[in-house]
């Protein structure tokens, strides 16, 4: 099975599984991605207004839409919506001016995601079907990319930053939170971990992320950790993996995290037409 297929048909059994049932156990691997990188990221506050399966289909790591100031009239372009959560918050805060994508390539996904819509009376949202590898808008048509713990589901990161960066307008601001690795862990173990804090995915160690945003073009890359999983987080998992989890603990203790991470589209230089001042086009 492709990365690709597996990825659609886990995501598609987990919106079945929210529309059918609301309370999946914890850690059950047909549905859900356990505690404790899927819980406390929203405040009550933040959700209290939206559908409950919006909030009940959130899988990410982290909450990029309380860490990147959004304004009003912005586009924002949420890599990997799910069930729509992080769309959702940010279309109120873009305002009826602003308009808020979501982009999934989960038929079921994308069905409750525009239920959720539906319910929620939101007008400034739209739901696109599309791999974040190949993202079906325009050159510099977004103000904002967010991503909730998904680009590290990509086999091919570095096409998906580069995505990021061609529908960025100049000046735009890419805000993710994704599941990174900080510094050298065996193959086996980094593997097991793997499968547990990303559910199915390969994070990328934090040097190799910076190292591919640049590469991508962004500037101004920032690698925030907001959360750190420790040997505890991860025991059971790991037992019934069959691993000695006491003896691994010092060779994994620190080393795999969630982050918040930002960067930025430069903005375009003069004298593009049009950018350019008159004192600017006569000198």
Known sequence: MGNQTAVREKYGSIARSVTQSPAPACCDPATRCCDPITKDLYNAYATGALPENAVLASLGCGNPTALIELKEGETVLDLGSGGGI?????????????????????????ALARENQRQAGAVN???????????????????????????????????????????????????????VVRGEVPASVRQSMLLWVGCIAGALEESDYRAKLVAAGFVDVDLEPTRTYDIEDARVFLTGAGIAVDEIAPLVE??????????TKPNAPCCVPGCCDTVGARA
């Not at 940010?90 to 989960?106: C, E, F, I, N, Q």
């Not at 990161?157 to 307008?169: C, D, G, I, T």
């Not at 620190?254 to 960067?263: E, V």
Request: some cysteine; glycine content about 8%.
């Open 86 to 110: 992080d769309v959702l918050l940010s279309a109120k805060r873009v305002g009826p001016t602003g308009r808020a994508y979501g982009l999934d390539m989960t038929d079921d996904m994308l």
């Open 254 to 263: 620190g080393k795999f995290l969630s982050a918040f991470i930002r960067a």
């Open 125 to 179: 949202v739209e739901f696109l079907k599309g791999e974040i590898e190949n993202i079906p808008l325009q050159d510099n048509s977004v103000d904002v990319v967010i991503s909730n713990c998904v680009i590290n589901l990509s086999r091919d990161k570095s096409r998906v930053l580069r995505e990021a960066f061609r529908v960025l307008r100049p000046g735009g601001r890419l805000a993710v939170s994704d599941v």
